[in-house]
């Protein structure tokens, strides 16, 4: 009888101690990533992606290192993004960034981190480049905005503001508010 209470005290000891031993709850790994409003649908390396105009002509590419799908949001995520706007007998542009969130349908895209765009000059022209952190582009549109700090290099002249608004088919840009220029003689 002694053996037998001495080996009952000895396995609820062990089970107290293996019971012990588990992680708090939320210790525990996730299930799911955390911060995502849903699972990913499919993901993309080296992704390309064509948007077209009304009559199925090329307008933009884009280049990403990597697209994740969200589909409860019905949106893509893209990181290292490269776009080439080249409207039908336009300027061209080339636009980057570390990061981007896309429409599924391709009507809207909201770049982020080192967002750089520049004219695709020709010839006789001069070079045009707007730096910022964040900018919203509607390719079927061909308007960018931002409402963060901007600079706006043309040539030698050096513009800086918060906030941008630009129409790149109409060749026209406003800047918002605090804006400070340097312009070198030439």
Partial sequence: MRNTVVMLVLAIFAAATWVATWP???????????????????YVRGARLLGTDDEGRVTYRVRAERLDELPAEDQLRLE???????????TAWAISAAKANALKDGSLLELSGDVEIRNVPAQGSIQQTILTQALRFWPDTSR??????????????????????????????????????TFSPQ
């Fill in 80 to 90: 290292g993004v490269n776009l080439e706007y080249e409207p039908v007998a336009d």
């Fill in 24 to 42: 708090p709850q939320e210790q525990r790994l996730p299930t799911g990533r955390r911060g995502e409003a849903g699972p990913l649908g499919y």
């Fill in 144 to 181: 960018v905005e931002s409402d963060q700090p901007v600079e706006l290099r043309v040539g030698d002249w050096r513009l800086r503001a918060v906030g941008l608004s630009s129409d790149l088919k109409g060749h026209t840009l406003r800047l918002e508010s605090q804006i400070h220029g």
